[in-house]
Nanobody
């Protein structure tokens, strides 16, 4: 069983920055691909970013490329999402997700394959 706890959300003005953290309680954290998803009010959940189990490969949705950075610290069992140049359209609940990875280059983009989810953290960007 994997438990994920997000933190770092809040209210920020457009153009500002936030760093989200996700702490995982699992012995084999380095065996999991980790991702961030978000869900805005009235919208479906969408993929934001993913990092492979080793951290060697990363993928972003187009709308956040160049502004967001996903990273992980396997020793601390943490995954981060650094969000810069925030826009009002980034307002959403952000979720951390994990899936067991049996390949070093496994980089799933669909939320349907993730087995574990955090409770979410609210990010609100004011204009």
């Amino acid at each position: 069983q994997v438990q994920l706890v997000e933190s770092g959300g809040g209210l920020v003005q457009a153009g500002g920055s936030l760093r989200l953290s996700c702490a995982a309680s699992v012995r084999t954290f380095s065996s999991y691909a980790m991702a961030w998803f978000r869900q805005a009010p009235g919208k479906e959940r969408e993929f934001v970013a993913v990092v492979t189990r080793s951290g060697d490969s990363i993928y972003y949705t187009d709308s956040v490329k160049g502004r967001f950075t996903i990273s992980r610290d396997n020793a601390k069992k943490l995954v981060y999402l650094q969000m810069n140049s925030l826009k009002p359209e980034d307002t959403a609940v952000y979720y951390c997700a994990a899936v067991r990875s049996y390949s070093s280059d496994y980089i799933p983009l669909s939320g349907a394959v993730y087995d574990y989810w955090g409770q979410g953290t609210q990010v609100t960007v004011s204009s």
